[in-house]
């Protein structure tokens, strides 16, 4: 894969191989993190981080594996910097691209870190805007890969709230990488058709494919994986919480739900997860709702089945991969 340069905005602008050997790579540098191999061809560069929203995993994970890679992380929190307020993302884009090698975006819309891209003059990484979440499914696929030794033919259910950044990614990254994707959901929150058709396309040439349904029982029956996302997300009203709960409560993922999948399901979840009181806004829910969990129980969460803390830990190593195959000066051995 030669792709040195490029940017990473959503997996829509990758071919199945490419996402292929960023798994692949992916594998290769956890696998030297662990016997403490120093990978070489980025040091001495430097990234920046713009976070427009807040975030634990992702902004981590560009921060240790920048720093595994000998470069230098710098993060801007929007608040404390010009963006947006007194600068445009043009400006912003032609004076981070002076400084620095490549630079992470997470904010609103996916319009915003492709204008970045456009004027940057180095590679841009999208880190969630509210439309994709590409490095996210990296990690997913990988910890789909390692526990199941393929991508083909694994049947995925993601159930919740399918037509935003999480769900959206999951359709693609299934439809390119030949997994049958099921989204379950009531009908307003399926993806929108515009991305169905492209995905439709990518399904035909990979082998995947696609149902949608707001049957649960139908949905879930038979799943090797299930997965789901928060019902509601960052930049997204407080006043929308009453009407996705009485919309997505049917879709929480259950032991039901696990009980009726394949017999090695597994459970995924990109987190943060409200599955319990352990947080601000779950006690809030809790006490103006009266529901203790959300979209997944916590018994699911932390049953046997469930993943989620492999696939946290794979967003470094995928993040890794993708800035490495962006600004590596050596190739990397399996190329
Ligand atoms: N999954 C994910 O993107 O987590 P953060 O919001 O913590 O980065
Ligand atoms: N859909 C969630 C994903 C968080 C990683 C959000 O945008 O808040």
């Known amino acids: 894969m030669n792709i040195k340069g490029k940017s990473f905005l959503t997996l829509k602008d990758f ?38 929203k807040t975030s634990t995993r992702t902004r981590c994970s560009f921060e240790v594996a920048a720093y595994d890679l000998g ?32 630079i992470e975006y997470r904010g609103y819309g996916q319009e915003i870190v492709e204008n970045l891209a456009k004027y940057a003059g180095v590679p841009v990484w999208n880190g969630l805007t509210n439309e994709y979440h590409p490095t996210q499914m990296l990690a997913d696929l990988l910890t789909i890969r ?72 139908e949905g879930t029956t038979g799943a090797d994986v299930i997965s789901t996302d928060v019902w509601v997300s960052m930049g997204e009203p407080d006043e929308i919480w009453a009407e996705r709960i009485h919309d997505l409560l049917p879709y929480q993922v259950t032991i039901d739900c696990i009980n009726r999948a394949a017999d090695d399901v597994i459970f995924l979840h990109c987190l943060p997860s409200f599955h319990d009181l352990n947080t601000e806004i779950g006690r809030t829910i809790s006490e103006k709702f009266g529901i203790n969990e959300m979209e997944v129980t916590d018994e699911v969460f932390e049953s046997k089945y469930s993943r989620v803390f492999d696939e946290a830990e794979n967003r470094m190593h995928t993040i890794k991969a993708v800035m490495y195959a962006t600004l590596s000066e050596v190739p990397w051995p399996l190329d």
């Open 146 to 217: 390692d526990y199941f030794g393929r991508l083909e033919g694994i049947r995925l259910t993601y159930m919740g709230d399918a037509r935003y950044n999480t769900g959206n990614s999951l359709m693609i990254a299934c439809t390119k990488m030949g997994l049958h994707f099921t989204c379950c959901a009531p009908k307003k929150y399926w993806p929108n058709e515009e991305l169905i058709e492209i995905c439709r396309g990518y399904a035909a040439e990979s082998g995947a494919t696609l149902t949608f349904t707001e049957d649960v029982v």
């Open 71 to 102: 470069m230098g992380a710098t993060y801007l929190d929007p608040k404390a910097s010009q963006i947006g307020k007194k600068e445009s993302i043009q400006d912003t884009a032609r004076v981070l691209g002076r400084m620095f090698d490549g």
């Open 15 to 52: 071919t199945p191989k490419q996402i292929a050997e960023f798994l692949d790579l992916a594998d290769w540098l956890r696998d030297c993190k662990r016997k403490r191999v120093r990978v070489r061809g980025c040091e001495g560069k430097n990234i920046a981080l713009i976070f427009e």
